[in-house]
């Protein structure tokens, strides 16, 4: 992704209605290097962030000031049919804790997230580099997922992210 056009689309998109224009916010999502699917509906106070890759798949929903930040050279794979709620943070960068240097936060790293078919991320949750989740996985409110998911169709919540129960029969 180009970190400039990525600017140039949250100042567009920041004049735009909330839950509107979603045609016009894709073809600004493609042109800033965003592999983007079909019926995507991306939220005008979602931030797109980063050099890295970006897959979203076909009917996904990406809800009010949701942030997504892929740091190269990871990438984020979002697949088709998911819902990612209000405020929902997925993350591909973070740092290499270091207790001899002057910062704890030692060098940076980047992991990519992939995010199954058909999994809700609940508002405010949040989605730390390396995690994979299978299909149908739904992340309660709030939860902070740190590792990834095994099982498909199953409940996670907690801090950290924890297996509930499974979903359907």
């Given at each position: 992704?180009?970190?400039?056009?990525?600017?140039?689309?949250?100042?567009?998109?920041?004049w735009?209605?909330?839950s509107?224009?979603?045609g016009f916010?894709?073809?600004?999502?493609?042109?800033?290097g965003?592999?983007?699917g079909?019926?995507?509906?991306?939220?005008?106070s979602?931030?797109?962030y980063?050099?890295?890759?970006?897959?979203?798949?076909?009917?996904v929903?990406i809800?009010?000031?949701?942030?997504?930040?892929?740091?190269?050279?990871?990438k984020?794979?979002?697949?088709?049919?998911?819902?990612?709620?209000?405020?929902?943070?997925i993350?591909?960068?973070?740092?290499?804790?270091?207790?001899?240097?002057?910062?704890?936060?030692?060098?940076?790293?980047?992991?990519?997230?992939?995010?199954g078919?058909?999994?809700?991320?609940?508002a405010r949750?949040?989605?730390?580099p390396?995690v994979?989740?299978?299909?149908?996985?739904?992340?309660?409110?709030?939860?902070?997922?740190?590792k990834?998911?095994?099982?498909?169709?199953?409940?996670v919540?907690?801090?950290?992210?924890?297996?509930?129960k499974?979903?359907?029969?």
């Open positions: 992704m180009s970190s400039f056009r990525l600017w140039v689309y949250r100042r567009l998109t920041g735009l209605p909330e509107r224009c979603f916010k894709r073809r600004l999502l493609r042109w800033a965003v592999r983007i079909t019926n995507v509906r991306v939220y005008s979602a931030e797109i980063g050099t890295g890759a970006l897959e979203i798949g076909d009917d929903h809800g009010s000031g949701v942030f997504i930040a892929a740091v190269a050279p990871a984020v794979v979002v697949g088709s049919h998911v819902d990612i709620g209000p405020r929902a943070m993350l591909t960068g973070s740092h290499k804790v270091d207790c001899n240097g002057e910062h704890v936060a030692g060098v940076g790293t980047a992991e990519s997230v992939e995010i078919d058909g999994c809700w991320l609940g949750s949040v989605i730390l390396g994979k989740m299978p299909r149908k996985t739904l992340v309660a409110a709030g939860s902070v997922v740190a990834s998911v095994a099982d498909e169709q199953v409940l919540a907690g801090v950290p992210a924890v297996v509930k499974k979903l359907g029969s």
